[in-house]
């Protein structure tokens, strides 16, 4: 049995929408101690729907197939809907994680979820 699923593969070897949104509504950073890897997510945020999502990850493979599958799970949901994304359904996306791999995918739902904080926070200002 192949350790990484052919999903984790895929979003490893061509990962969506990485990089970084200039005038972005929300940013979250996060980094795991232990492994040292870094993430950090941008979104931009219309009529409560999340409309663009881009990130910038400093980390193992499975690191960046997380952010890249988190990143197409949460464009274009609602707030709402974006924070109801879980490690969990992360995982299950991507076919599955190796147990030592598991928190990669806690890095990924965490910094989305950051972001979102980040815009929320700005906007009741
Ligand atoms: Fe730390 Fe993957 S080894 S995020």
């Given at each position: 049995?192949?350790?990484?699923?052919?999903?984790?593969?895929e979003?490893?070897?061509?990962?969506?929408?990485?990089?970084?949104?200039?005038?972005?509504?929300?940013?979250?950073?996060?980094?795991?101690?232990v492994?040292?890897?870094?993430?950090?997510?941008?979104?931009?945020?219309?009529?409560?729907?999340?409309?663009?999502?881009?990130?910038?990850?400093?980390?193992?493979?499975?690191?960046?197939?997380?952010?890249?599958?988190?990143s197409?799970?949460?464009?274009?949901?609602?707030?709402?809907?974006?924070?109801?994304?879980?490690?969990?359904?992360?995982?299950?996306?991507?076919?599955?994680?190796?147990?030592?791999?598991?928190?990669?995918?806690?890095?990924?739902?965490?910094?989305?979820?950051?972001?979102?904080?980040?815009?929320?926070?700005?906007?009741?200002?």
């Open positions: 049995m192949p350790f990484y699923s052919e999903k984790v593969m979003h490893f070897a061509n990962p969506r929408n990485v990089g970084e949104i200039a005038q972005a509504d929300g940013i979250g950073e996060i980094g795991n101690p492994c040292g890897d870094m993430m950090s997510f941008y979104i931009k945020v219309k009529d409560n729907k999340i409309e663009d999502v881009k990130f910038k990850t400093f980390g193992c493979g499975a690191a960046i197939a997380v952010s890249s599958m988190v197409e799970m949460a464009k274009g949901k609602t707030i709402e809907e974006a924070l109801q994304i879980t490690n969990d359904s992360v995982a299950k996306e991507l076919g599955g994680l190796p147990p030592n791999k598991m928190h990669c995918s806690n890095l990924g739902a965490d910094a989305l979820h950051r972001a979102i904080e980040d815009y929320q926070k700005k906007r009741n200002k």
